[in-house]
């Protein structure tokens, strides 16, 4: 039997979507984790993974809250307070998790896994103190895997909100809910999840829904159900299929003409997430002339810096990829 959720006027009226980024944090790193080749993400894969071991994030907090299969603890996706919180409010959200709740989650991470890693054992122990190093280590992680392409991915996920919110306007919140997903579907006011193994009705659910995009989370969604909070599901987002695409550049003599040679040559450099020394050894120039030109994009709002330890990463924003994109030839 699948799982069903009842909706009143009152839950249709309370339905929102949200960006969230820690819903993008649990599968990708699950995904990395996995070893599972992967046809859309391999390119981010194969950039990434050789981070995340470098770390040690890989036999860390996070890879013992998070298997490659089954169960994540809820306290790691606590309900959004807005359409698009930042990473920092998130975190501060699984800082205050209640200690009830984290226990609760252990309790049933260790019953279906068999046991719990020496990290989450000293988590249960003392959930205050030990929160605010997991979310130390997502920030990390977040830093390493996930900021250099956000902009990329924040824009997939902007799309589709605004599409899914454009066909409730034109076409019924029904309608929307009953194409998010094959799995998914809508009939009778009442939501049907064909994959969900754990009951769900509005007994065990809070009132209304958030309907979390996610360019991770594939191929099934996912969800989380936490009373009083609104039951939360993450589904795939459209447009996955070109995310790591390389997007063609129309023309740089125009930009160079106002930016320079040097700095074009970085920016087009940039197509993908590169150190310093990565990024001199593309182009030829020296590291101290890369540092003081990315030092200048980044002033002028065209390339972010993402530190995490020693690796510093440099990416193109999205005016960057504006720029580059539109330029004429």
Do not use: C, K
């Not at 995904?31 to 080749?37: E, M």
């Not at 019924?172 to 998914?184: K, M, Y």
């Not at 390339?303 to 999205?318: D, Q, W």
């Amino acid at each position: 039997m699948p799982a069903e959720l009842a909706f009143s006027a009152g839950d249709l009226a309370r339905m929102r979507f949200a960006v969230s980024p820690m819903w993008e944090v649990g599968p990708s790193f699950r995904l990395l984790s996995s070893g599972v080749a992967h046809a859309v993400h391999r390119p981010w894969i194969e950039q990434v993974r050789p981070r995340l071991t470098a770390a040690g994030l890989d036999r860390g907090r996070l890879a013992e809250l998070i298997p490659p299969s089954g169960y994540v603890p809820d306290f790691l996706n606590p309900t959004p307070p807005g359409p698009a919180p930042t990473l920092a409010a998130e975190l501060a959200g699984i800082v205050a998790a209640p200690v009830a709740a984290v226990r609760r989650d252990l309790d049933r991470l260790r019953h279906e896994r068999g046991g719990l890693g020496p990290r989450s054992e000293a988590l249960y122990a003392d959930p205050r103190a030990r929160l605010v190093r997991v979310a130390e280590e997502i920030e990390v992680y977040w830093q390493l895997a996930l900021a250099p392409y956000w902009a990329r991915i924040r824009e997939v996920l902007d799309a589709d909100v605004f599409h899914r919110a454009r066909q409730v306007a034109e076409r019924g919140a029904g309608r929307v809910l009953d194409e998010l997903h094959p799995s998914i579907s809508w009939h009778d006011d009442a939501l049907r999840l064909a994959r969900r193994e754990r009951t769900l009705s509005r007994r065990t659910a809070g009132a209304g829904l958030l309907l979390i995009p996610s360019v991770f989370t594939g191929p099934d969604p996912f969800t989380r159900v936490n009373p009083p909070e609104p039951p939360q599901l993450a589904y795939p987002a459209r447009g996955i299929g070109a995310l790591w695409t390389p997007r063609p550049v129309t023309g740089t003599d125009a930009l160079a003409a106002v930016l320079g040679r040097s700095r074009t040559l970085l920016l087009t450099e940039l197509h993908t997430p590169a150190s310093t020394t990565e990024l001199a050894h593309r182009t030829g120039l020296s590291p101290a002339g890369v540092s003081q030109q990315l030092t200048a994009l980044r002033d002028a709002g065209l390339v972010t810096a993402h530190r995490a330890g020693r690796t510093v990463l440099y990416a193109r924003t999205s005016i960057a990829e504006s720029f580059l994109t539109s330029a004429p030839r």
